[in-house]
């Protein structure tokens, strides 16, 4: 077992166990929007950050991540981390104001407006690919895919053609933490009258 401290409190960790398992293990909260137990994580939203202080020297590491290791100081709350998160959620709010659980988590630290371009006011994605790799990691389908590069991304079936690579499972829309997949599922099933006309029934 590994011996830490996660704000001032000991705890232990299994070797393998990130800080947000090792927090988790021990009933302590750190936001997350791009992990899911059930998938391999990925560090997109860093949202999940915590500190990692050793004398006067200190940084900022993604907890979903990092790995637990011996002696390690950890803070998740402290005014370093709380202001990272706010302007973190503040570039979400630009960049997917349509989200409501992602104007639910901004409220909770304060923020309630952004500084940055709104470019589509209905946007609910943040591009954390968690749906691309529940869709290949748990169904094991890989019918969903991120297309595109820079403001041109998205989420759709690979090459923007929905194919039958899609069961219709909904693990997709299950794992999104936004919303989101909801609304692009067809993208990647396809309409269901042209599913339906292409099988022939
Ligand atoms: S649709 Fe949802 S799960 Fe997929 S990338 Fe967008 S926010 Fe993430
Ligand atoms: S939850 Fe760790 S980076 Fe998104």
């Not at 960049?95 to 304060?110: D, F, I, L, N, T």
Request: aromatic share 4%; hydrophobic share 40%.
């Amino acid at each position: 077992m590994l011996n830490l401290t996660i704000d001032g409190k000991k705890v232990q960790a299994e070797a393998g166990w990130t800080l947000l398992d090792t927090a988790r293990q021990h009933h302590i909260e750190i936001p997350t929007l791009c992990y899911h137990e059930a998938v391999e994580p990925f560090g997109a939203c860093r949202l999940c950050v915590v500190e990692l202080r050793q004398g006067d020297n200190s940084r900022l590491v993604a907890s979903c991540v990092y790995p637990a290791e011996e002696g390690l100081e950890v803070h998740t709350m402290s005014e370093k981390v709380k202001n990272v998160r706010r302007w973190i959620l503040e570039m979400l709010l630009s960049e997917c104001p349509a989200s409501e659980a992602v104007r639910e988590m901004a409220a909770e630290y304060g923020v309630d407006s952004t500084r940055f371009e709104v470019r589509n006011p209905e946007e609910e994605c943040i591009l954390c690919g968690l749906c691309v790799r529940a869709c290949a990691q748990v169904v094991g389908a890989n019918a969903i895919s991120t297309v595109g590069r820079g403001a041109q991304k998205e989420i759709g079936s690979p090459y923007l053609i929905p194919g039958e690579a899609c069961v219709a499972c909904g693990t997709c829309v299950t794992v999104c933490p936004t919303g989101a997949m909801r609304a692009r599922f067809d993208r990647v099933r396809g309409v269901p009258e042209v599913v339906m006309a292409k099988a022939g029934k």
